[in-house]
Every structure is written in C-alpha cells, then in structure tokens.
C-alpha cells in the first residue's frame, strides 16, 4: 500500500521496524511460522473476527469469495498452506517480507506472479493504525484477490509495467493506479457500492467511512484522471473511484499505451484529492440512494 519515498515517513530500510538483515537479494525472508507466538494468534484472530464482520456486506463478493477459501480466521496464516489455494487458483504465490521493499524488486515479485507479504503482526497498541504494512494488511487484505482470475491478471500486468515508470520518470503516475485501485478501490454491484481495496478492507474505520461517509468524492474509473490524483498517506482517502466490474481494471489499462500518457503528464503537478473538476459527476448520492 505504500510509497517509500514520502515526506516525513520511512524512506530507508533503517527507518522500517522489519528485520532486513536475512533477506535475500530480492527482499525476501523465511516466513518462519512456527515462530509466532500464541498472543500473536489470538491477537490475529481478534482482528480476523471484527473485520471479516464488518466487511461481510461492505466487500465486493470476489473478494469474500477469495477470504472464504484461504480458511484463515484461526490464527496467523501459513504461506505455505496458502500457496497450496493459491497456485491451483490462479498460479499466484507468496513470499514472505520484512516489510517495505524497494519498488525495483516490488515490481518483479508482481511480474512474476509473486505477492510480497510482511512477515511480523502488528502491536496491540496499534490494531486500528500503523503506517507500514503488517501481516494482517498485507495477508487479509491482499490475498483475497488473487484469487479472483481477472484481478490476478491485472497484478501481474501492473508489475510489468513498472519498469517503464521507473525508467521514465513516472513512477509517481503509476503508483496512484495501485493506489486507488488496489488499496482503495471501489466497485458497483447489483446490491450497490462495495469495497475491495486492501486498504479499506483491513481497516475498520475506513471501511464505514469509504461507503457511508458523504464528505468523499466517489468518481468512476478513468485511468488518466487516477495517473494524475494525489492521495493522503496518513488519513481516509477524499476521493475513491469506483469500478463497474473488474474486467475494467484489464480492459482500460491492459490496452492502454502509457508511455505517451507519463511524457504529457509526468511534469504536471498532481490534481488535488479532494476537487471535483469540471464535468464530472460524484457518484455519492447515486450511491446513496440506494436501499
Ligand atoms: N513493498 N512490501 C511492500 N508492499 C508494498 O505495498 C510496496 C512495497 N514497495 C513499493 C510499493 N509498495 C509501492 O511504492 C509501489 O506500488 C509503487
Ligand atoms: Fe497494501
């Protein structure tokens, strides 16, 4: 979910609290499961009982789908058992992290099909918030998806395209498509608004507020309006936008041709979060008035 180089936050692998001094050279690390302790689990499955409630009828059913068949309400789950649902689903798999890793090799792993996931669980003083992605974030909030076919597609297609971000100057254009499409994506369904996004569904606050909440925009899906949106870091987001099926995420960027998008665009400072420009429509009350 996050962005390493930021004002204020972590920007080195010293200002992150995960252990880097075992990983691999592709930041991977030895998930290590039997080293959990039993506080661990309990506190996981509290966190596991309070937002699989609240997102029984906030998520989009692909994403419940996919959290039903990874079984992992018990405790912290084992990567390994997980692969095992993963790979015959969708051929994704996990690799265990310390935690942030550099977007050069984050993109790689989502190449190649590999999701990264943090390895260490969150503190109890900090079960509603935390800046870095923990296990519960990454896990609870990502994995689900990967089971959906068409999203794992569009994971793997995102990775690939990271390379020319990078080499273009654009990272930033890019980087706010996972944004507001991975972490704190929208989607209609025929029972209305649902969220998928894995930061909204690991969050218990942001998953009332990204539905309910009248004060954010919710636009539709436009890929270069998203490419050119700034976003908040350490509060709710001020606009979401929302999909009409998965099968947009693939078909609107798969076919798109970025390169010329990030030369007009890269040097253009991002559109504020929390401005309707001019034409557009906000979805909330549509949204809303529905039973
Ligand atoms: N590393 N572990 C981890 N998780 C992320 O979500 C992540 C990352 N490194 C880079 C990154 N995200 C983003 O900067 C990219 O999506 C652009
Ligand atoms: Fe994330």
Not at 5 to 34: C, E, H, I, K, M
Not at 61 to 90: H, K, M
Not at 167 to 190: C, H, K, N, Q
Not at 250 to 264: E, Q
Request: aromatic share 12%; hydrophobic share 45%; with cysteine.
């Amino acid at each position: 979910m996050f962005v390493m180089d930021r004002p204020g936050s972590a920007n080195s692998s010293s200002d992150l609290r995960g252990d880097y001094s075992a990983a691999a050279a592709d930041f991977t690390v030895a998930q290590d499961w039997a080293s959990y302790g039993e506080a661990e689990h309990e506190r996981w499955r509290r966190l596991y009982a309070r937002q699989s409630a609240l997102v029984a009828d906030a998520a989009a059913p692909q994403f419940l789908a996919g959290l039903t068949r990874l079984d992992c309400s018990a405790g912290i789950p084992d990567f390994a058992e997980a692969n095992a649902v993963l790979g015959t689903a969708t051929g994704w798999q996990l690799v265990a992290v310390p935690g942030f890793i550099p977007e050069e090799q984050f993109f790689a792993h989502l190449a190649a099909r590999r999701f990264p996931v943090t390895r260490w669980l969150r503190a109890e003083h900090e079960l509603d918030y935390l800046v870095e992605p923990d296990v519960f974030h990454d896990f609870f909030g990502h994995v689900p998806m990967l089971l959906d076919p068409v999203f794992a597609d569009f994971m793997q297609a995102y990775g690939a395209a990271g390379e020319r971000a990078m080499a273009m100057g654009a990272l930033d254009m890019l980087a706010r498509i996972y944004w507001y499409t991975v972490e704190f994506g929208l989607i209609t369904s025929p029972d209305g608004l649902k969220v998928f996004g894995a930061g909204i569904v690991s969050s218990a606050g942001e998953t009332r507020y990204a539905l309910h909440d009248p004060a954010p925009l919710r636009l539709g899906f436009e890929p270069l309006r998203i490419m050119r949106t700034g976003y908040n870091i350490d509060r709710f987001q001020s606009s979401y936008f929302v999909l009409d099926s998965f099968e947009q995420l693939v078909d609107g960027l798969i076919g798109l041709d970025f390169g010329p998008l990030y030369l007009a665009w890269r040097d253009t400072p991002a559109l504020p979060a929390d401005q309707l420009q001019a034409g557009e429509i906000n979805l909330r009350n549509r949204s809303e008035a529905r039973p």
